[in-house]
């Protein structure tokens, strides 16, 4: 079966630098790559994601890379800002199905 | 639009007792997905339903979990004679119909926190 791997495990960052997170599939049907955001005690919320299709794609601060070639993918988060702060974790599917997910990288943005 | 909506929010019980949780997902969706995330882990898929059918169930333990999607009315998780390992946040998500642009995507709900004593 599928199996996500996510690194780091966590990011300090100062504020305004960019922070990068990176993760690694194993199936090659997987087409399919949420990236969600989860704060303390909170749901985990879907911040972007991309289909095998497209190779990148932008949403304001974060951006999301593709290589299928390679298996894997990775949230880019420019001009961070303490607010995003928080547990990220990708998620990789074959679609209709459901999300394998990475072991998450907490994220610490320094004032 | 409400989003999915997970009750209750926070659940005791003590070993050896049931836990029903509930799920509604979001307007329009008919797809429900469960998932279990133990303190400070990642998240871990469970089952995946439709109305009135199980798709996937690989993820959930054989014994003491069942799970269904009635005709109508809510989703259900229901843990039998639960055990301290049963602690953790149960999260469900649903996906919209299948002809629906990005049916693939998945929300969350606000999770039930189940302690087990």
């Given at each position: 079966g599928e199996n996500v791997e996510q690194h780091p495990s966590t990011l300090s960052v100062q504020e305004g630098d960019s922070a990068v997170i990176k993760c690694t599939y194993s199936d090659s049907a997987s087409n399919y790559f949420p990236w969600y955001k989860q704060e303390l005690g909170k749901r985990p919320q879907l911040i972007i994601d991309i289909r095998s299709n497209v190779g990148e794609k932008k949403d304001q601060r974060i951006a999301v890379t593709l290589n299928k070639t390679a298996k894997h993918f990775s949230l880019h988060i420019t001009e961070t800002?303490?607010?995003?702060?928080?547990?990220y974790f990708c998620a990789a599917s074959t679609g209709f199905q459901k999300l394998v997910f990475g072991t998450g990288t907490r994220l610490l943005v320094s004032p | 639009n409400a989003g999915v909506m997970q009750n209750p929010r926070h659940l005791v019980r003590r070993r050896g007792q049931e836990a029903r949780l509930r799920c509604s997902p979001m307007k329009g969706h008919s797809h429900?997905?469960?998932?279990?995330?133990?303190?400070?882990?990642?998240?871990?898929?469970?089952?995946?339903?439709?109305?009135?059918?199980?798709?996937?169930?690989?993820?959930?333990?054989?014994?003491?979990?069942?799970?269904?999607?009635?005709?109508?009315?809510?989703?259900?998780?229901?843990?039998?004679?639960?055990?301290?390992?049963?602690?953790?946040?149960?999260?469900?998500?649903?996906?919209?119909?299948?002809?629906?642009?990005?049916?693939?995507?998945?929300?969350?709900?606000?999770?039930?926190?189940?302690?087990?004593?």
């Open positions: 800002q303490p607010e995003d702060s928080a547990v | 429900v997905y469960w998932y279990r995330q133990l303190p400070e882990e990642g998240l871990k898929f469970m089952v995946y339903l439709q109305k009135e059918n199980i798709i996937d169930e690989s993820g959930m333990p054989k014994e003491r979990f069942s799970a269904e999607f009635p005709k109508e009315g809510p989703s259900i998780l229901r843990i039998q004679q639960v055990v301290r390992g049963d602690s953790a946040a149960y999260f469900c998500a649903s996906s919209p119909q299948l002809n629906r642009v990005e049916r693939d995507t998945q929300y969350f709900g606000p999770g039930t926190r189940l302690t087990v004593l």
